[in-house]
């Protein structure tokens, strides 16, 4: 591996651990257990395990394309001239669609657990109207300005990871061997239920159009932004782990099913882990970290979302411009929210399926391209040609297994 030499102290690599794993580490989590409850504790950790393998890759592969590239060049900039105008435009729907189906799962969310937060308070506030008034809240930051969205997710980042520890340092405590080795289904079958977790896993572990702004922070230095991957993705592998731990220790394999019926919505978790726990101090604990997970994903995925609009329409920055801009990233999912609340779940699968195409595929054909044209001098991800296509069999097996699902031609766990 390459490195450039450069005469000036390069930032921290902390600070780029903490830029990955925290757009990775999100509210999506919560769909977790629901969706791999059927295949269960040890098979989903094979899956997670496999998908932080290849996800990892993927994102190596956009950093070796990159570095080819002057300083401050785009995912688009790069699948533009690498791959044409054709696979850029099929990169940029499946960005803009993911963003758009992100931030509905999260006006869902928010929905769903403000709903449970007032209920705890003796107050019933509906989903709908939750969610609604919680999407203009994070709408009204997002235009005001990026610098009152950075603080505001400073402040809201900090709670969570406050939150995170004690609620997560209670649920291990909590933890039954017999419910975790689900000892009370002594023939019950997981490897059927299997395939279908990996869209899921999938959405879990985006972060690839952070690959650029790292080149932007540490300049040309492939060892060190190489780390920041591998650490940042670490992070978000463990914490999934204790988060799969924690809750499939608690709630029994079967509950799972009602959860799921429900809508597998974080409140509907959140209700059941209560349910088991039977402590009023770890319940709380739950509320707030939800709604904290839910409020940093949404402001992280809207701005995204609101950035890429504004550079797609040449909207400009003043109020008007960014009122436009508002308009366009939180009017079409605002008014999903309130046609159908329930769709957190349905919406982090499909989410998987589109980030198939930028956050696997794409990835893959650019370290192809960029060898063939480079010849990749500064850094190559180790593997050759046989990671290329596990890279490109892993995207396109994700998006058949969603589709196959959709149609209800993979096992339910019910």
Aim: aromatic residues 14%; hydrophobic residues 55%.
């Amino acid at each position: 591996m390459a490195t450039l030499t450069t005469t000036q102290t390069s930032p921290s690599l902390l600070g780029g651990v903490v830029i990955i794993g925290g757009t990775i580490i999100g509210a999506g989590m919560f769909s977790l257990p629901v969706v791999m409850s059927g295949a269960w504790f040890f098979w989903s950790m094979a899956a997670l395990v496999f998908t932080w393998f290849c996800m990892l890759h993927s994102g190596l592969m956009i950093l070796e394309a990159n570095l080819n590239y002057r300083i401050g060049s785009s995912f688009d900039t790069i699948t533009k001239d690498l791959l044409g105008k054709g696979w850029n435009v099929v990169n940029g729907i499946s960005i803009a669609f993911v963003l758009y189906i992100l931030t509905y799962a999260y006006i869902s969310a928010s929905g769903s657990i403000l709903h449970h937060t007032f209920a705890e308070m003796s107050l019933n506030v509906p989903a709908r109207a939750a969610g609604f008034v919680f999407a203009l809240l994070v709408a009204f930051v997002v235009w005001l300005s990026t610098k009152a969205v950075s603080r505001m997710t400073a402040i809201v980042l900090g709670a969570k990871v406050i939150t995170f520890f004690l609620t997560f340092g209670s649920l291990l405590g909590h933890v039954q061997p017999a419910t975790l080795f689900n000892v009370a289904e002594s023939h019950a079958s997981y490897t059927p239920y299997l395939l279908m977790t990996l869209p899921f896993c999938l959405a879990s572990f985006g972060y690839h159009g952070n690959v650029p702004s790292l080149m932007k922070y540490y300049g040309k230095d492939p060892r060190t932004i190489v780390k920041c991957l591998i650490y940042g993705t670490l992070l978000a592998l463990a914490l999934y782990s204790v988060w799969l731990l924690g809750t499939m220790g608690n709630i029994p394999r079967p509950e799972f099913i009602g959860i799921a019926q429900k809508g597998g919505n974080i409140d509907v978790l959140v209700q059941a882990l209560s349910g088991v726990l039977n402590s009023r101090i770890l319940d709380l604990l739950l509320v707030v970290f939800s709604n904290f997970a839910v409020a940093s994903s949404f402001l992280g995925v809207t701005l995204g979302l609101f950035d890429y609009l504004a550079d797609l329409f040449g909207f400009d920055d003043s109020a008007m411009g960014r009122f436009k801009t508002a308009l366009l990233t939180f009017l079409p999912p605002m008014i999903g929210g309130l046609l159908y609340p329930n769709g957190f779940l349905y919406a982090i699968g499909y989410a998987g399926l589109a980030a198939t195409i930028w956050a696997a595929i794409v990835p893959a054909l650019l370290a192809r391209k960029s060898r063939e044209r480079f010849g990749s001098p500064k850094f190559r991800v180790w593997g050759g040609k046989p990671m290329i296509a596990l890279i490109l069999v892993f995207g396109v097996g994700n998006a058949v297994i969603h589709i196959l699902s959709s149609f209800n031609l993979l096992p339910v766990y019910q």
